[in-house]
């Protein structure tokens, strides 16, 4: 059965208060969490291809069934698109959306982005695109440290370059982004979606369906200033 998508409900009405030194703070702070065993596996599936690449690298975080992967591997033909998810049951769903890639091949892999993004940074990836589609906000105030622009993988994240697009169904997740992105020098591009978009993932239909509200960033995190 399918669920109407519930709007995103937070007791924050805007930008929170702590962010900037939640964001000061990673940045002058390297984030040592050990990296889990699945991650480094998944990583090591396909460092060496993406060292021999020589074509656009397009990577798809929290990319769950992976329907988005299939539509970006379509929309990129020559490039080496990447799917990552920490779920193996989603993406294990995959099969049913591999025929929105058009043909074009692409890769799914199961890691936690915390150690993912880091091991890509540290192997200096440079992303051509890179695309955050519908992330858990973690609407709750006190949880604004679980949310990708407030948490210690953030730097690994800019370092990884490209042209950076987030989407959500809350805007103050991508304020807060943007936020996040300025005190990195890096402009950012924030508007509301039309609504007759075409979906590429499950949430973007539901939330459609539900006639909510869609926010997208875009920032190119390879022009970064000079803060």
Same mark, same amino acid.
């Given at each position: 059965? $399918? ?105 799914? +892999? ?21 695309? +955050? ?57 924030? $508007? ?18 539900? $006639? $909510? ?15």
């Amino acid at each position: 059965m $399918q669920y109407e998508a519930r709007a995103v409900t937070s007791n924050q009405d805007g930008v929170h208060d702590d962010l900037p030194a939640l964001v000061r703070r990673y940045q002058q702070h390297r984030f040592l969490k050990p990296v889990a065993k699945h991650s480094q596996e998944a990583f090591d599936a396909v460092a060496e291809q993406v060292a021999h690449w020589r074509g656009p690298l397009v990577l798809d975080s929290c990319c769950g069934v992976g329907e988005s992967t299939a539509v970006l591997a379509s929309r990129f033909p020559d490039a080496l698109v990447i799917g990552v998810d920490k779920s193996a049951h989603r993406l294990q769903r995959n099969l049913q959306h591999q025929g929105k890639a058009a043909g074009a091949p692409y890769l799914l +892999l199961r890691a936690d982005l915390n150690d993912f993004w880091r091991l890509a940074a540290e192997a200096s990836w440079q992303l051509d695109q890179h695309f +955050l589609l519908y992330p858990n906000p973690w609407p709750k105030q006190k949880h604004v440290g679980r949310r990708w622009h407030g948490s210690p993988v953030l730097p690994s994240l800019v370092q990884l370059g490209g042209e950076l697009t987030v989407r959500s169904n809350w805007q103050i997740y991508i304020d807060e982004f943007a936020t996040a992105l300025e005190l990195y020098g890096i402009e950012s591009q924030c $508007q509301q979606l039309a609504s007759n978009i075409d979906p590429i993932t499950p949430f973007e239909r539901k939330y459609q369906a539900a $006639q $909510q509200a869609l926010w997208q960033l875009r920032a190119n995190l390879t022009a970064k200033g000079s803060l």
